[in-house]
């Protein structure tokens, strides 16, 4: 592989990485410390990510337990977490944060399936964009007398099979998700 299709590769492993991070971020029925990843908290003067401020740990399937580094940001934390659009209603016992993680209702099961098909949908979109981006430079190429005309089909068909991988992995990490998302 040639270093133009490891950069393509690259860039489409990037793409992947960054969908499956976002797709952690979407709320199942069961408690994920990655829920809270997006939570940003009023500390010290500045917006500072909730993870960078404290311990979160799921000690049961439907319960979250936010340990502050600092004690004095548990009211700044606790305010953080009841003004997300998460839905999760905070428990402060003076020292942690506990979040019961409430069982999510049909119709709410089906909003966020249509939240991760257009989080993937967003994923595939940036595959074909790296994929036609690839095949420019690939035409320019040929065109420039770089590539013959049989090294510049080898090439595109390799930029396809990685689309086709690439996009089947979102694919996967969709349906995943769904069943998450759908589990009872």
Do not use: C, F, W
């Amino acid at each position: 592989m040639d270093s133009g299709l490891k950069e393509v590769s690259a860039h489409m492993d990037k793409s992947v990485e960054a969908i499956r991070n976002e797709l952690a971020t979407v709320r199942t029925g069961k408690a994920a410390p990655a829920l809270l990843d997006l939570i940003k908290v009023d500390a010290y003067g500045s917006q500072m990510p909730l993870n960078q401020m404290a311990t979160i740990a799921a000690p049961e399937p439907r319960m979250l337990v936010v340990q502050p580094y600092d004690p004095s940001q548990l009211n700044a934390i606790e305010k953080a977490i009841m003004s997300s659009d998460l839905g999760l209603v905070p428990n402060n016992d003076g020292k942690i944060i506990r979040l019961p993680i409430p069982p999510l209702t049909e119709e709410r099961r089906k909003e966020l399936v249509r939240l991760t098909h257009k989080i993937a949908e967003e994923g595939r979109i940036a595959i074909r964009n790296i994929r036609h981006d690839a095949n420019k430079r690939i035409h320019q190429a040929q065109k420039d007398g770089d590539v013959s005309e049989d090294e510049m089909h080898r090439q595109l068909k390799e930029v396809q099979d990685l689309t086709d991988k690439h996009i089947a992995t979102i694919d996967q990490m969709l349906e995943r998700k769904e069943q998450e998302v759908m589990e009872v």
